[in-house]
């Protein structure tokens, strides 16, 4: 993109500021490898939010592992920072961040590729020093400028400002991508990636003219051929969602953007019950993995994005990421936009 995004290829080496964005807790080994492989930069999610912190670290690392296997290319890695009552990490976080640091100085492979560390929920401000002695380039996903501020301050290199269209987790404070990116961009001097609402080279270059200087994108990749790991229902099922279609349903940490269920129906009934909130989080976890893995899109709970609602087609990503390049490239260079 010539100087535009050089910042963050440099950071990632990635070859396009383009990034698959953690897709909650599912996994996205293989899609994660297709991204880079494509030149973007791919993101291996965890596996859960409520496992035992061992099986939750040794299922990591597989999927680290796996991604490893599948292509040379660098990637990311995120972790969901929860925190216990008394403000500290909790511990399948911190296991998290541990399994990731301990894999980078046991495998050379690990180290040169798994070059990106992306932090969401909370900040891991007491962790900071491990992040940066491990030599991972730190990202961290926000929903406010006052958070954005807050992390670049603490060390973070760079921010990904997401917003309230996007799916999955989103923000008890609705604050959307256009408002949102250009604040931020404004307010740090590190590099900002923007997400919520992209799915093309358009939105791409709106991004970069608001400040941006990479896009983050996930309800696009779901509807590809480099996601191995989903049923293709879920696919299918960005592919019809229409606008106004998606709902906000309680999560783990915040509210859930997705598509009405008999799941989501399941766990308000399940809430208004009074069971115990580890019980409900459980559920959740076991929920959103149900549709997934085995397409129960009813049974489940379907997070999804807004911009499912512009989402025709699926893409092959080894074209679509330097098509997207290219389309940005051209529209900002001069393209069809006058004044």
Same mark, same amino acid.
């Given at each position: 993109m010539g100087s535009l995004g050089q910042r963050v290829t440099s950071l990632t080496g990635a070859r396009y500021p383009v990034m698959q964005d953690a897709?909650?807790?599912?996994?996205? *080994?293989?899609l *994660? &490898? &297709?991204?880079? %492989? *494509?030149?973007?930069?791919?993101?291996?999610?965890i596996p859960g939010t409520t496992v035992d912190p061992d099986h939750g670290a040794a299922v990591l690392r597989e999927h680290?592992?796996? @991604?490893?296997?599948?292509?040379?290319?660098p990637f990311a890695v995120n972790i969901a920072v929860l925190k216990t009552e008394d403000?500290?990490?909790?511990?399948?976080?911190?296991?998290?961040?541990?399994?990731?640091?301990?894999?980078?100085?046991?495998? %050379?492979?690990?180290?040169e590729q798994l070059r990106v560390l992306t932090t969401s929920a909370l900040f891991p401000a007491e962790h900071r020093d491990l992040i940066e002695g491990s030599g991972l380039v730190h990202f961290h996903k926000v929903g406010s400028t006052g958070a954005a501020v807050r992390?670049?301050?603490?060390?973070?290199?760079?921010?990904?400002?997401?917003?309230? %269209?996007?799916?999955?987790?989103?923000?008890?404070?609705?604050?959307? @991508?256009?408002?949102?990116?250009?604040?931020?961009? %404004?307010?740090?001097?590190?590099?900002?990636?923007?997400?919520g609402g992209i799915r093309d080279g358009r939105g791409m270059a709106a991004a970069f003219c608001l400040g941006a200087e990479a896009v983050a994108m996930g309800t696009r990749f779901i509807a590809s051929d480099g996601n191995g790991d989903w049923d293709p229902a879920y696919g299918d099922a960005v592919i019809g969602m229409r606008e106004g279609e998606d709902i906000t349903f309680p999560g783990v940490f915040g509210p859930v953007r997705g598509i009405r269920s008999k799941g989501v129906e399941k766990l308000r009934q399940l809430m208004d019950s009074g069971a115990d909130t580890a019980?409900?989080? *459980?559920?959740?976890?076991?929920?959103?993995?149900?549709?997934q893995r085995e397409g129960k899109l009813e049974e489940g709970l379907v997070p999804m994005g807004q911009?499912?609602?512009?989402? &025709?087609?699926?893409?092959?990503?080894?074209e679509f990421i330097p098509a997207m390049a290219d389309e940005a490239r051209a529209l900002l260079a001069d393209g069809d936009i006058t004044l």
């Open positions: 897709l909650g807790t599912y996994k996205t *080994a293989k *994660a &490898a &297709a991204v880079s %492989e *494509a030149g973007g930069l791919g993101t291996v999610s680290i592992e796996e @991604t490893l296997r599948l292509t040379s290319a403000g500290k990490v909790a511990p399948l976080s911190e296991r998290y961040l541990q399994t990731i640091v301990e894999l980078r100085e046991d495998d %050379e492979r690990a180290r992390a670049a301050e603490r060390g973070a290199d760079g921010i990904i400002a997401v917003g309230y %269209e996007m799916g999955g987790h989103t923000h008890n404070r609705p604050v959307h @991508t256009f408002v949102l990116v250009r604040n931020v961009s %404004e307010a740090v001097d590190v590099p900002v990636i923007a997400g019980v409900i989080n *459980a559920w959740k976890d076991q929920h959103f993995q149900l549709a911009v499912a609602s512009g989402i &025709a087609a699926p893409v092959r990503i080894g």
